[in-house]
C-alpha cells in the first residue's frame, strides 16, 4: 500500500477546529481531477462552476478567489446561483497575462443574510419579529 503524503499545511484545518458545515464540490473547469492545468488565451474568459452548499437555512456568500503569474495576490469573484435548487454557482474571470494563473472556490455563511432573509419570512407570516430586530441590532 502506497504512503500518503500529508496535506500542504496552507491546506490543514488548525487543532481543534470544528468541520466546516460548507460542502464545495464538482469544481470546475478541471483536467483529471485538477491534475492537469486547464489551458486558456490571455483575454478569453475562464467561467468557474462549482456545487456549494451547506446544512440548514443558512444563506452562503460564494466567490471564486484568483491570481496571475505576477503573485499579486488573491482577487475575489463573487459567484451568483445559477441554478439554487441544484446548489450550483458560477462565476467569470479574465487571464490578463501570459503564466501560470491559478483560482480556488470559497464560500462561508452569510449571517446577516441569513438573518434578513429569516426576519423578511417571520414578517411576511405576520409573526412578531421584536427579538429578531434586537438580535439584528447587536
Same mark, same amino acid.
Request: no cysteine.
Given at each position: 500500500?502506497?504512503?500518503?503524503?500529508?496535506?500542504?499545511?496552507?491546506?490543514?484545518?488548525?487543532?481543534?477546529?470544528?468541520?466546516?458545515?460548507?460542502?464545495?464540490?464538482?469544481?470546475?473547469?478541471?483536467?483529471?481531477?485538477?491534475?492537469?492545468?486547464?489551458? !486558456?488565451?490571455?483575454?478569453?474568459?475562464?467561467?468557474?462552476e462549482?456545487?456549494?452548499? /451547506? @446544512? %440548514?437555512?443558512? +444563506?452562503?456568500?460564494? $466567490?471564486?478567489?484568483?491570481?496571475?503569474?505576477d503573485?499579486?495576490?488573491?482577487?475575489?469573484?463573487?459567484?451568483?446561483?445559477?441554478?439554487?435548487?441544484?446548489?450550483?454557482?458560477?462565476?467569470t474571470?479574465?487571464?490578463?497575462?501570459?503564466?501560470?494563473? !491559478?483560482?480556488?472556490?470559497?464560500?462561508w455563511?452569510?449571517?446577516v443574510?441569513s438573518? /434578513? @432573509? %429569516?426576519?423578511r +419570512?417571520?414578517?411576511? $407570516?405576520?409573526?412578531?419579529?421584536?427579538?429578531?430586530?434586537?438580535?439584528?441590532?447587536?
Open positions: 500500500m502506497a504512503k500518503r503524503s500529508a496535506p500542504p499545511a496552507e491546506s490543514r484545518a488548525p487543532t481543534g477546529a470544528r468541520p466546516s458545515r460548507i460542502v464545495i464540490d464538482q469544481v470546475g473547469p478541471a483536467l483529471d481531477g485538477g491534475r492537469l492545468p486547464v489551458k !486558456r488565451v490571455v483575454g478569453e474568459p475562464v467561467t468557474v462549482a456545487t456549494v452548499y /451547506a @446544512d %440548514g437555512h443558512d +444563506r452562503l456568500f460564494v $466567490a471564486v478567489q484568483h491570481r496571475g503569474p503573485d499579486r495576490g488573491w482577487v475575489l469573484v463573487p459567484m451568483e446561483a445559477t441554478n439554487p435548487g441544484l446548489d450550483r454557482w458560477a462565476a474571470f479574465t487571464p490578463e497575462a501570459v503564466g501560470r494563473h !491559478r483560482y480556488r472556490v470559497v464560500a455563511i452569510d449571517h443574510g438573518w /434578513a @432573509d %429569516g426576519t +419570512r417571520k414578517l411576511d $407570516a405576520g409573526v412578531d419579529v421584536a427579538s429578531d430586530l434586537l438580535a439584528g441590532a447587536a
